[in-house]
């Protein structure tokens, strides 16, 4: 009984510390909100929240799925020695600025022409580098997790740089704008990887970029475009809409609904992180001769490690949204309505299960792909019909509703293939 609880308890620490750290970070991100929010009011706070949205939503675009490489490699260079993972991680490094100054680019190109009369200013130079920083550090996470270091992969990869924006907040925000504060925020997610070389695992003190070699480059290229389209078409589907709708509403609703969306966020960054811990377990139960019913543990244990901690706050969210919002101050108890809606998608979306994982460790990336191309193109359609009409609610609703409809299509294509797949293991046993 003992061992039991023993072997319980382990299991539990190793599913939840990540997440719980993970947690404690979005919290974190979360007190920072309310800081800008009340310091800065709703209007002077719309544009850092804006760009904020969009910075760290295109940090997945940035890294190319050179997070997802990492992760995979990593624990395979490890065998080599120390040295060998810094120089690859070193390779991947350079392949993310290039990305990421190339998008940088297009978005400060953006934040000249919707500047208006005013035209050019010199933070519009920070998005580049911002989105490098980002993803840098998100790689950097991703490579400690295949070092089997989960934990330190969530400090530095997130807990570090969003402590360190929290601390920059309370001494500097109520002197600063929202371009001063994307300052503060560039600032956070620089100083996370120099950290890093200090930090305790060998792997990360050698040289922070390194030039690869030619073929090494296009291999990456070409390992990461599937993922990279992936986390492209996911994130466009939220920077063309948000865009849209700081083109043609007040900027109070862009900060009642970027507001909102970041609340929502808290939901999804502690889904992620137990969802993360059963990717392993999923791929390893979806290659065995007859897989449907070892995957189908796994999720299901997923869907019930997850919704477990979320269920109150969830149903919190929906029935008190005004409540939730009035901590940001009394003028967005205006963002209630869009609270409550993007709570309801969240609850739903998290009772369909880890999606992604499924189809990623199952070898779906085609169909992921393909669900991708046709998510964009539905839901920014329906965004401009929608958004014009309705504001920030017609954004959600465009979203949210392509976003579960092709979660459903993705997991019931998914189950059908993983039952083809062991019918011909059933019929051999018979």
Same mark, same amino acid.
């Given at each position: *009984?003992?061992?039991?609880?023993?072997?319980?308890?382990?299991? &539990?620490?190793?599913? +939840?510390?990540?997440?719980?750290?993970? #947690?404690?970070?979005?919290?974190?991100?979360?007190?920072?909100?309310?800081?800008?929010?009340?310091?800065?009011?709703?209007?002077?706070?719309?544009?850092?929240?804006?760009?904020?949205?969009?910075?760290?939503? @295109?940090?997945?675009?940035?890294?190319?799925?050179?997070?997802?490489?990492?992760?995979?490699?990593?624990?395979?260079?490890?065998?080599?020695?120390?040295?060998?993972?810094?120089?690859?991680?070193? /390779?991947?490094?350079?392949?993310?600025?290039?990305?990421?100054?190339?998008?940088?680019?297009? *978005?400060?190109?953006?934040?000249? +022409? @919707?500047?208006?009369?005013?035209?050019? =200013?010199?933070?519009?130079?920070?998005?580049?580098?911002?989105? @490098?920083?980002?993803?840098?550090?998100?790689?950097?996470?991703?490579?400690?997790?295949?070092?089997?270091?989960?934990?330190?992969?969530?400090?530095?990869?997130?807990?570090?740089?969003?402590?360190? +924006?929290?601390?920059?907040? &309370?001494?500097?925000?109520?002197?600063?704008?929202?371009?001063?504060?994307?300052?503060?925020?560039?600032?956070?997610?620089?100083?996370?990887?120099? &950290?890093?070389?200090?930090?305790?695992?060998?792997?990360?003190? =050698?040289?922070?970029?390194?030039?690869?070699?030619?073929?090494?480059?296009? @291999?990456?290229?070409?390992?990461?475009? /599937?993922?990279?389209?992936?986390?492209?078409?996911?994130?466009?589907?939220?920077?063309?809409?948000?865009?849209?709708?700081?083109?043609?509403?007040?900027?109070?609703?862009?900060?009642?609904?970027?507001?909102?969306?970041?609340?929502?966020?808290?939901?999804?960054?502690?889904?992620?992180?137990?969802?993360?811990?059963?990717?392993?377990? *999923?791929?390893?139960?979806?290659?065995?001769?007859?897989?449907?019913?070892?995957?189908?543990?796994?999720?299901?244990?997923?869907?019930?490690?997850?919704?477990?901690?979320?269920?109150?706050?969830?149903?919190?969210?929906?029935?008190?949204?005004?409540?939730? #919002?009035?901590?940001?101050?009394?003028?967005?108890?205006?963002?209630?309505?869009?609270?409550?809606?993007?709570?309801?998608? =969240?609850?739903?979306?998290? /009772?369909?299960?880890?999606?992604? =994982?499924?189809?990623?460790?199952?070898?779906?990336?085609?169909?992921?792909?393909?669900?991708?191309?046709?998510?964009?193109?539905?839901?920014?359609?329906?965004?401009?019909?929608?958004?014009?009409?309705?504001?920030?609610?017609? *954004?959600?609703?465009?979203?949210?509703?392509?976003?579960?409809?092709?979660?459903?299509?993705?997991?019931?294509?998914?189950?059908?293939?993983?039952?083809?797949?062991?019918?011909?293991?059933?019929?051999?046993?018979?």
């Amino acid at each position: *009984m003992r061992l039991f609880a023993l072997s319980a308890w382990s299991e &539990l620490v190793r599913i +939840f510390l990540p997440s719980t750290l993970r #947690m404690a970070g979005a919290g974190i991100q979360f007190l920072c909100t309310i800081i800008v929010a009340r310091l800065l009011g709703e209007h002077e706070s719309a544009g850092f929240f804006f760009w904020s949205s969009v910075l760290m939503t @295109s940090g997945p675009i940035a890294t190319y799925g050179l997070e997802q490489i990492a992760l995979r490699n990593v624990p395979r260079l490890h065998e080599a020695g120390s040295e060998k993972v810094g120089e690859f991680l070193a /390779s991947l490094r350079v392949v993310s600025l290039f990305v990421s100054f190339l998008i940088g680019f297009g *978005m400060t190109v953006y934040a000249v +022409f @919707s500047e208006g009369p005013r035209g050019f =200013q010199l933070w519009h130079l920070l998005p580049p580098l911002t989105i @490098s920083a980002i993803a840098v550090t998100l790689i950097n996470g991703e490579a400690l997790k295949g070092l089997a270091r989960p934990v330190a992969g969530v400090v530095y990869g997130h807990l570090i740089p969003v402590s360190i +924006f929290c601390v920059l907040c &309370l001494l500097f925000a109520n002197r600063l704008g929202s371009p001063g504060i994307l300052t503060l925020y560039t600032l956070s997610y620089l100083t996370a990887p120099l &950290l890093l070389r200090f930090g305790p695992v060998p792997d990360f003190r =050698q040289k922070l970029f390194a030039l690869p070699r030619w073929e090494s480059f296009k @291999s990456v290229l070409k390992e990461g475009f /599937s993922v990279f389209c992936v986390n492209l078409f996911s994130s466009f589907t939220f920077i063309v809409p948000l865009a849209l709708v700081e083109l043609t509403c007040p900027p109070a609703e862009v900060a009642h609904l970027t507001t909102a969306y970041r609340i929502t966020i808290l939901f999804y960054v502690l889904a992620s992180s137990i969802h993360g811990v059963f990717a392993p377990e *999923m791929s390893r139960a979806a290659e065995g001769p007859d897989p449907l019913r070892p995957v189908l543990r796994v999720y299901l244990k997923a869907i019930v490690f997850t919704l477990a901690p979320l269920s109150l706050p969830l149903v919190f969210g929906i029935a008190f949204p005004e409540l939730v #919002m009035s901590v940001f101050g009394e003028a967005f108890k205006s963002g209630a309505t869009a609270l409550r809606l993007l709570v309801i998608i =969240q609850a739903i979306a998290l /009772s369909l299960g880890p999606v992604f =994982q499924l189809l990623l460790m199952t070898g779906n990336t085609a169909l992921m792909a393909r669900l991708g191309i046709l998510k964009i193109i539905v839901s920014i359609g329906l965004a401009f019909v929608l958004i014009p009409r309705f504001g920030g609610i017609g *954004m959600i609703l465009a979203m949210g509703g392509t976003g579960l409809l092709e979660e459903i299509y993705g997991l019931t294509v998914a189950f059908v293939r993983l039952k083809r797949k062991s019918r011909p293991a059933a019929e051999a046993t018979a």
